[in-house]
């Protein structure tokens, strides 16, 4: 029986009511909302796979997260016109800026390639040679008269192939060994369809762009490490156009991923003597 100053304090009401609510509850404790459900599965019961579109949604949001990034590279370029192996310093934001600086064995630059939104300056430090040109491809891809992919040189070497612009005309599939997936994505440029093999982890391995009149443009990925930030990124990358017999192949030495580049980095210091060159004469220089 409790005492007299339990009650008038109010602690037996409150126990009482306790109980009362325990009870009511206790049937109730068993049954699972249908989110814990799915994401704490008993343990005789497999996780749920996801769906083809909560996996393109993964790497949409992957793709997302690569706004700009900043390294070095060896990079190999083997085309009929050029044919030249050189470490470089890396830059590039988006679809719209790029700066590649070619480097000498001991760090200093060479040549600095910047592109623009659709400008492309080739400067020369040595020699205070400029290239200037309006261009519709991205600047390297313009010098190697690569084919237009629609896609800008961040989005190729990095495999991020899917994007807003493409989400809606994307398809997923697992592969015959069922050891990855096939992405089918149309090109933004074009309309023209591109094939991406993916990892178990939705990682790209190798994309084909099926271009007119039988061209292929292909991409293979591999040495993938995580960045600062957990971002998976194919250290080594070559893209070929065997009929044309154009390569580039791209081994980052080191990564950064950053969500914005300030407009300074992409400047460069251009000798008031400076001297036009043409196409040609610019060719010549990079050989």
């Known amino acids: ?10 602690v ?31 343990p005789n019961q497999s996780p749920r796979t996801p769906s083809g579109a909560e996996k393109i949604d993964s790497i949409l949001q992957r793709s997302s997260s690569l706004g700009s990034l900043s390294g070095f590279a060896d990079i190999k370029i083997h085309s009929p016109k050029i044919k030249k192996s050189f470490k470089a310093a890396i830059l590039l934001q988006g679809g719209e800026n790029a700066r590649i600086d070619g480097l ?12 623009i939104r659709n400008n ?4 020369f430090p040595s020699s205070g040679a400029v290239y200037l040109d309006y261009v519709e ?8 008269d690569f084919p237009s992919t629609g896609y800008s040189l961040i989005e ?23 050891d990855g997936f096939l992405l089918s994505v149309t090109s933004p440029d074009d309309g023209e369809p591109c094939e991406v093999k993916l990892d178990s ?9 099926l271009k007119k009149g039988g061209r292929r443009i292909s991409i293979v990925y591999s040495d993938y490490e995580p960045t600062g ?23 980052f030495k080191s990564v950064d991923i950053h969500k914005e580049l300030s407009p300074s980095s992409f400047r460069v210091p251009v000798d008031p003597e400076f001297i036009f060159i043409d196409r040609e004469d610019l060719l010549e220089q990079l050989k």
């Not at 029986?1 to 109010?10: F, I, V």
């Not at 491809?137 to 190697?144: A, S, W």
């Not at 930030?229 to 081994?251: A, C, N, T, Y």
């Open 1 to 10: 029986m409790p005492s007299k100053r339990a009650l008038k304090s109010g």
């Open 12 to 42: 037996f009401p409150a126990l009482v009511l306790f109980f009362l609510c325990a009870h009511l509850l206790c049937p109730l404790a068993g049954r699972a909302s249908p989110a814990s459900a799915s994401e704490n599965p008993p």
């Open 104 to 115: 000498s064995p001991f760090g200093a630059p060479v040549f600095n390639l910047v592109y």
């Open 120 to 123: 492309l300056l080739v400067h």
């Open 137 to 144: 491809t991205e600047g390297l891809f313009h010098l190697l």
């Open 156 to 178: 190729l070497v990095s495999g991020s192939l899917l994007s807003q612009r493409t989400r809606g005309e994307a398809t997923l599939k697992g592969t015959a060994g069922g």
């Open 201 to 209: 982890a939705l990682l790209p391995k190798q994309a084909d762009f």
């Open 229 to 251: 930030d957990g971002v998976q990124f194919p250290r080594h990358s070559i893209l070929q156009v065997k009929k044309e017999d154009i390569s580039v192949e791209f081994f």
